[in-house]
């Protein structure tokens, strides 16, 4: 399974951003989906989580809960994450990943996932 994904760039404080993940190689219908976050100088850090078939739910970061959606298109073998009211700290290199495997209690670590996307800029300015 490749990873990709789109969508960022440099916002405003208050503004929206709506990252994409495009899997190739595979259906990831199944899959969990992830974004996790770096930014400079810092771990990569969890955002959110989407349970595949058979696997409901959604998880957010504490810091994110209530600004940031995740959702899935499996038709189009796509995940996304909707950012509304993005601030400074929410600046970071955006990773999307995915795994077949994870369990519920482990989707927020990152060493879980063994795909992963190649990563998107978001910077949102004050």
């Known amino acids: 399974v490749q990873l990709q994904a789109y969508g960022g760039g440099l916002v405003q404080a208050g503004g929206s951003l709506r990252l994409s993940c495009v899997a190739s190689?595979?259906?990831?219908?199944?899959?969990?989906m992830a974004w996790f976050r770096q930014a400079p100088g810092k771990e990569r850090d969890f955002v959110s989580a989407?349970?595949?078939?058979?696997?409901?739910?959604?998880s957010y970061a504490d810091s994110v809960k209530g600004r940031f959606t995740i959702s899935r298109d499996n038709a189009k073998n796509t995940v996304y994450l909707q950012m509304n009211s993005l601030k400074p700290e929410d600046t970071a290199v955006y990773y999307c990943?995915?795994?077949?495997?994870?369990?519920?209690?482990?989707?927020?670590?990152?060493?879980?996932?063994?795909?992963w996307g190649q990563g998107t800029q978001v910077t949102v300015s004050s």
């Open positions: 989407i349970g595949g078939w058979g696997r409901s739910g959604v």
């Open positions: 190689g595979g259906a990831v219908g199944p899959y969990v």
């Open positions: 990943a995915a795994s077949s495997t994870v369990i519920a209690s482990d989707r927020r670590r990152a060493p879980r996932y063994p795909y």
